[in-house]
């Protein structure tokens, strides 16, 4: 989790949020001893913080037994309201400006529909204006695009198979993959190295690298990408660009909530 930097925090908060994260991990009622034990405090405490909670009407004894605990609804009940606040676009979008005043180039949110990509959001450079932009709400390829692959790590294998069926691997321009196998080898070098490209693959003369955006559920729920000129978005830059965009990702997928193992090439 990522800390707060030049604020004192407060332990006992801390505390008593690891409890109720701790108990969202157990799938039945659960005795305070086991509790305690779950996130290292004295019983003494825990038994404080948990009747902190059952005041506040978060936490319940359990109807069958009184020696046991469970969570009420009433962490759903926020979770619902957040939900309906929830607008990935709006706390997504710093990041696109993020990358566009660092490289004076386009950036770009897309999202899977049905197998497909849809974006959502776009911020262009006042001196540049991308073509491939002007889809904004439009429905793009998964294999052919960097933010699509991206989302193709979602999918097992068969499921990817049925895209191919279903959608077809279009050929788009000379890059882009058309065969399944090949397809497969380019999403391993993805899972592995943590970003994607587009290497003209949908429309030559345009390059992008992509990079996913983990949700509290460990699963990816956006790509932010970077889109550029050939001449501008390649390997020359991609010293620069590739830890810049690793970077965005992780800040993004810890606010969305993202609380998984953060791979090596996310730290």
């Known amino acids: 989790m990522e800390k707060t930097k030049g604020t004192k925090q407060n332990q006992a908060l801390i505390k008593a949020l690891r409890i109720l994260e701790a108990m969202t991990e157990f799938e039945r009622p659960v005795r305070l001893q086991d509790i305690a034990e779950s996130v ?119 499921e990817i198979e049925k895209y191919s069926r279903v959608h077809g691997l279009t050929q788009y321009t000379k890059n882009t993959y058309t065969n399944l196998d090949k397809l497969k080898e380019e999403l391993d070098w993805i899972r592995a190295h943590g970003y994607s490209l587009d290497n003209e693959e949908f429309e030559i003369g345009l390059r992008c690298v992509s990079v996913p955006v983990y949700d509290i559920s460990n699963k990816i729920i956006a790509a932010i990408n970077l889109s550029g000129s050939a001449t501008v978005v390649n390997e020359n830059n991609f010293d620069r660009i590739v830890p810049f965009m690793l970077d965005i990702s992780r800040q993004a997928s810890r606010e969305m909530g993202y609380s998984g193992i953060i791979p090596e090439y996310m730290k």
Request: aromatic share 8%; charged share 20%.
């Open 40 to 158: 290292s405090l004295p019983p003494a405490t825990t038994l404080r913080l948990v009747n902190t909670f059952i005041d506040q009407g978060y936490i319940k004894h359990c109807e069958s037994d009184g020696r046991f605990y469970q969570l009420t609804y009433k962490l759903t009940l926020l979770g619902n309201k957040t939900k309906l606040n929830f607008s990935l676009k709006t706390l997504l979008e710093k990041y696109l400006l993020d990358v566009v005043n660092e490289f004076n180039e386009a950036a770009s949110i897309s999202v899977e529909s049905d197998m497909q990509m849809v974006y959502i959001a776009s911020e262009i450079s006042n001196t540049r204006i991308m073509q491939a932009l002007t889809r904004l709400g439009k429905i793009g390829p998964m294999h052919a695009t960097g933010g699509g692959k991206i989302h193709l790590l979602n999918h097992t294998w068969e």
